[in-house]
């Protein structure tokens, strides 16, 4: 989340464009995609503490390094190789919850941890744009190595020693991908990742140019989006057991569709705030929800499909992000939000759909 708020300095400091800034995006985001089941193989027999500690250690160290880089090229390498800890960090910290709690508190406990995405926006991206606009994009990538080493430490004295989700076999990938039910549902994220990210991506320079707004205001607007998400998540994972997975889903998307379809009328700082509401709402309740609603689908094979959504989810950022960074450079700052919208409503049908296949299917099991 450093690189959407820092993204106006480091245009300006490495003397790159804001489209080719954006390629930071989607350049890790696909470094994510294919690497979280392609990790997930690799890492399957580790025990969790010392795998998810190490990941925080690596992205760290990592972040620090890129503060070094010189050049954009360079940038974009170290960027590259820092995200291989999320890529593996985000599905095992999902998989290892759903072993180390009942059943019937899964959907609320994945939610929880989720929880983390709301925090990073209440506090890492407006403390970044904030650093990154009144210091420059490196002080604001040292900040984030720091918190992530004492990540790393809080982790290893958190985590309980020999926790070891189901081993990740051929097996589990090929019954994920025999069923259309997590498919579709991954599908969905993909969609809802990309919607979203045709206009994330850019919003430090869209609201530079749409309402001329400074580092400071740009980093409340940050700490607004990421306080509302956070209420979202907190009150979705209290309700998601209730209410259902799919059905939490598709009130998050229809919060988001809320947001991009009132989008033209945010021509003030106040309004453009008032218009971000429903959208944080949903944003970061989208991502548990669709977590929980998966390992509600197949709790066996949870390592399989959360490794394939997280997947989906940073496939979706990448394509986001080169969409709307192609549209701006083709002068289409302005229609950033329609192009998301179509994509969102698009996501909201898939999901439809797939929640009426994995009915047909679960009408279809023998009764145990």
Same mark, same amino acid.
């Given at each position: 989340?450093?690189?959407?708020?820092?993204?106006?300095?480091?245009?300006?400091?490495?003397?790159?464009?804001?489209?080719?800034?954006?390629?930071?995006?989607?350049?890790?985001?696909?470094?994510?995609?294919?690497?979280?089941?392609?990790?997930?193989?690799?890492?399957?027999?580790?025990?969790?503490?010392?795998?998810?500690?190490?990941?925080?250690?690596?992205?760290?160290?990592?972040?620090?390094?890129?503060?070094?880089?010189?050049?954009?090229?360079?940038?974009?390498?170290?960027?590259?190789?820092?995200?291989?800890?999320?890529?593996?960090?985000?599905?095992?910290?999902?998989?290892?919850?759903?072993?180390?709690?009942?059943?019937?508190?899964?959907?609320?406990?994945?939610?929880?941890?989720?929880?983390?995405?709301?925090?990073?926006?209440?506090?890492?991206?407006?403390?970044?744009?904030?650093?990154?606009?009144?210091?420059?994009?490196?002080?604001?990538?040292?900040?984030?190595?720091?918190?992530?080493?004492?990540?790393?430490?809080?982790?290893?004295?958190?985590?309980?020693?020999?926790?070891?989700?189901?081993?990740?076999?051929?097996?589990?990938?090929?019954?994920?991908?025999?069923?259309?039910?997590?498919?579709?549902?991954?599908?969905?994220?993909?969609?809802?990742?990309?919607?979203?990210?045709?206009?994330?991506?850019?919003?430090?320079?869209?609201?530079?140019?749409?309402?001329?707004?400074?580092?400071?205001?740009?980093?409340?607007?940050?700490?607004?989006?990421?306080?509302?998400?956070?209420?979202?998540?907190?009150?979705?994972?209290?309700?998601?057991?209730? #209410?259902?997975?799919?059905?939490?889903?598709?009130?998050?998307?229809?919060?988001?569709?809320?947001?991009?379809?009132?989008?033209?009328?945010?021509?003030?700082?106040? #309004?453009?705030?008032?218009?971000?509401?429903?959208?944080?709402?949903?944003?970061?309740?989208?991502?548990?929800?669709?977590?929980?609603?998966?390992?509600?689908?197949?709790?066996?094979?949870?390592?399989?499909?959360?490794?394939?959504?997280?997947?989906?989810?940073?496939?979706?950022?990448?394509?986001?992000?080169?969409?709307?960074?192609?549209?701006?450079?083709?002068?289409?700052?302005?229609?950033?939000?329609?192009?998301?919208?179509?994509?969102?409503?698009?996501?909201?049908?898939?999901?439809?759909?797939?929640?009426?296949?994995?009915?047909?299917?679960?009408?279809?099991?023998?009764?145990?």
């Amino acid at each position: 989340m450093v690189v959407p708020g820092t993204l106006n300095d480091i245009s300006a400091s490495l003397a790159i464009s804001i489209p080719a800034a954006g390629q930071l995006i989607s350049a890790a985001a696909l470094l994510m995609c294919l690497g979280a089941p392609l990790l997930a193989g690799v890492v399957s027999t580790w025990d969790r503490r010392q795998l998810l500690s190490g990941c925080m250690l690596w992205y760290g160290v990592m972040h620090m390094v890129c503060a070094a880089m010189p050049s954009f090229e360079t940038l974009l390498v170290a960027r590259v190789l820092t995200v291989v800890s999320p890529a593996v960090f985000t599905p095992q910290a999902a998989a290892c919850v759903g072993v180390m709690v009942p059943q019937h508190q899964r959907g609320r406990a994945i939610s929880l941890v989720f929880l983390g995405w709301s925090v990073a926006s209440v506090v890492g991206m407006p403390i970044g744009s904030w650093v990154g606009g009144s210091l420059g994009w490196r002080y604001a990538f040292v900040l984030v190595g720091l918190l992530s080493c004492a990540s790393a430490a809080w982790v290893w004295r958190a985590m309980p020693h020999g926790i070891k989700p189901s081993a990740f076999t051929f097996d589990t990938w090929r019954r994920t991908f025999q069923s259309r039910g997590l498919l579709l549902c991954v599908g969905v994220t993909a969609l809802y990742s990309a919607a979203q990210f045709v206009l994330f991506s850019y919003f430090a320079p869209y609201f530079k140019v749409t309402l001329n707004i400074s580092p400071v205001q740009l980093s409340l607007m940050f700490a607004w989006f990421g306080a509302f998400g956070f209420l979202g998540n907190l009150w979705i994972s209290h309700r998601i057991d209730r #209410m259902g997975a799919a059905k939490s889903v598709t009130l998050a998307l229809g919060l988001i569709a809320s947001s991009l379809t009132l989008w033209p009328l945010g021509n003030s700082l106040i #309004m453009a705030g008032l218009i971000l509401v429903p959208w944080a709402l949903g944003c970061f309740a989208a991502n548990s929800a669709q977590q929980a609603r998966l390992v509600e689908l197949a709790p066996v094979l949870a390592s399989g499909s959360i490794a394939l959504n997280t997947s989906a989810m940073y496939a979706g950022q990448a394509l986001g992000a080169a969409s709307g960074g192609w549209l701006i450079a083709h002068g289409q700052m302005t229609r950033l939000h329609a192009a998301g919208l179509a994509i969102l409503m698009l996501s909201i049908v898939v999901s439809t759909y797939a929640t009426r296949v994995a009915s047909r299917t679960d009408g279809q099991r023998p009764a145990t």
